[in-house]
């Protein structure tokens, strides 16, 4: 009963490394999401994939990249991580991109 | 981008007492959606409102969507400790879009014994 899980829990980065962060879930959604939660401001949309084989960029999507592996897996890439890019990344997930969005615990990133 | 505007930033309430908070927008949502977060976790549903109009509770949480379908409020009566929390609203502006949801900055709830 995980529903969302993101890997890792924990990183920290130096400026100019890559990072890939992991996201799945067993609800067999169709549609999954990219976050991230900065101090003192709601979520912001990175990218978002509808459904299997599709992605599109949300609000701040710069800086990053995402694959939609399969139906159950969508990962987050930092190709060349910046202190900027520090942040809390949540994944989340919905049977219809209509319905509520469930999300996992988080992905929290620090780059020094 | 789009923004909610959730007030109050802070609630500093005491037991037992009744809260209530609210977002507005100047753009028109399809859908409302109110989320709770605790420490270290990742937020967690409460309600979610599809109708201009609608009024749904959850126990001892009530949310409304507004007529306007430019805002929407939450009330929690007879708060507990357990209540403490960040409170978001979040609103989706396209039905069956799937272009995620924009976030309120949050609403601090913190319970006095």
Known sequence: NAGVTQTPKFQVLKTGQSMTLQCAQDMNHNSM???????????????????????????????????????????????????SQTSVYFCASSEAPVLPQHFGDGTRLSIL | GQQLNQSPQSMFIQEGEDVSMNCTSSSIFNTWLWYKQEPGEGPVLL???????ELTSNGRLTAQ?????????????????????IYFCAGQLRRGGADGLTFGKGTHLIIQP
Do not use: C, H
């Not at chain 1, 709601?42 to 299997?52: D, H, T, V, W």
């Not at chain 1, 987050?76 to 910046?82: D, F, P, Q, V, Y």
């Open chain 1, 33 to 83: 999401y990219w976050y991230r939660q900065d101090p003192g401001m709601g979520l912001r949309l990175i990218y978002y994939s509808a459904s299997e084989g599709t992605t599109d960029k949300g609000e701040v999507p710069n800086g990053y990249n995402v694959s939609r592996l399969n139906k159950r897996e969508f990962s987050l890439r930092l190709e060349s991580a910046a202190p």
């Open chain 2, 47 to 53: 309600i979610a409102l599809y109708k201009a109009g």
């Open chain 2, 65 to 85: 969507f507004g007529i306007t379908r430019k805002d929407s409020f939450l009330n929690i009566s007879a708060s507990i400790p357990s209540d403490v929390g």
